[in-house]
């Protein structure tokens, strides 16, 4: 059964500053600089909201890493999971939870005038879709979505000299053929593919929890101006953070009611 919790109270989100340890990791080399764009049809934005101190959240990460970040719906959808630590009280501190995803989870709640926020939920280019454990339905979803024409697109363009710095440069602006839309905000999320946790204590004590598309870093919102506008930074890469596990997305949202109108994601490529 899903925990549930009275929507915690927050305000508009803020710029997330950067932040990060300088610390030295494995001497592996990044590939010269490398891109991608978003397709002419929308792409699903999956987001989970999840943590290792709630029994209920295993079985949601699964389904995201085989159903939302199979490979083979590369192109359809964007799986992104977002660790709460409201759960944290329960006697395990959940270390990929940060703040900004708990708020931003009430945002969106608070924008389908929902009154409570629960682990595990899932919300679908901004909406929350609580059959995502039926595959026809999931299915279904994506299907509309993807067979829509994008009124946004995104390029990403990643490069660096090294495995402990990620030079990251994201463009917004309105798909070809599109009309410019006001209040549109952009965001970009950093995340770690292939993570692995042995639970010492609270509801999954005794379990090893295997996760997926965790977000490491969050950047935005950034305001697009007429649909338009560009994040270009240095992301510093943590201490225990695989390159070769790393990628990158990012989406589009309207800002009046967080329907998400286009997202791409792209793998951090390593040189040999």
Avoid at 18 to 24: D, E, K, T
Avoid at 48 to 58: A, D, F, K, Q, R
């Amino acid at each position: 059964m899903a925990r549930r919790l009275a929507r915690i109270a927050g305000g508009a989100l803020g710029s997330i500053a950067l932040a990060g340890s300088c610390a030295a990791l494995a001497p592996q080399v990044q590939a010269a600089a490398y891109g991608q764009t978003s397709p002419a049809h929308r792409v699903a934005l999956v987001e989970l909201y999840t943590s290792e101190g709630c029994s209920s959240c295993p079985p949601a990460d699964r389904w995201l890493a085989r159903e939302v970040a199979n490979p083979a719906r590369a192109g359809r959808s964007v799986a992104l999971a977002f660790h709460v630590g409201y759960w944290d009280s329960l006697g395990w501190k959940d270390i990929f939870a940060q703040p900004a995803f708990a708020l931003r989870q009430n945002q969106l709640a608070a924008l389908a005038h929902a009154q409570l926020v629960y682990t595990p939920e899932v919300f679908v280019n901004g909406r929350e879709f609580r059959n995502w454990n039926s595959a026809s339905a999931f299915g279904a979803a994506l299907r509309s979505i993807t067979r829509q024409v994008a009124q946004e697109s995104i390029s990403l363009r990643l490069d660096g000299p090294s495995a402990r710095t990620l030079n990251l440069d994201a463009r917004f602006a309105p798909a070809p053929g599109a009309r410019p839309q006001p209040e549109l905000l952009g965001y970009v999320a950093v995340y770690e593919d292939d993570l692995t946790r042995s639970i010492g204590a609270g509801e999954n004590r005794g379990a090893t929890l295997h996760h997926t598309r965790v977000v490491r870093r969050w950047l935005g919102p950034i305001a697009l101006a007429s649909g338009q506008g560009r994040l270009r930074t240095t992301v510093q890469l943590d201490r225990g953070w695989n390159p070769a596990h790393l990628g990158v997305a990012a989406f589009v949202e309207r800002r009046a009611d967080g329907e998400v109108l286009q997202a791409t994601a792209l793998p951090v490529q390593l040189a040999p």
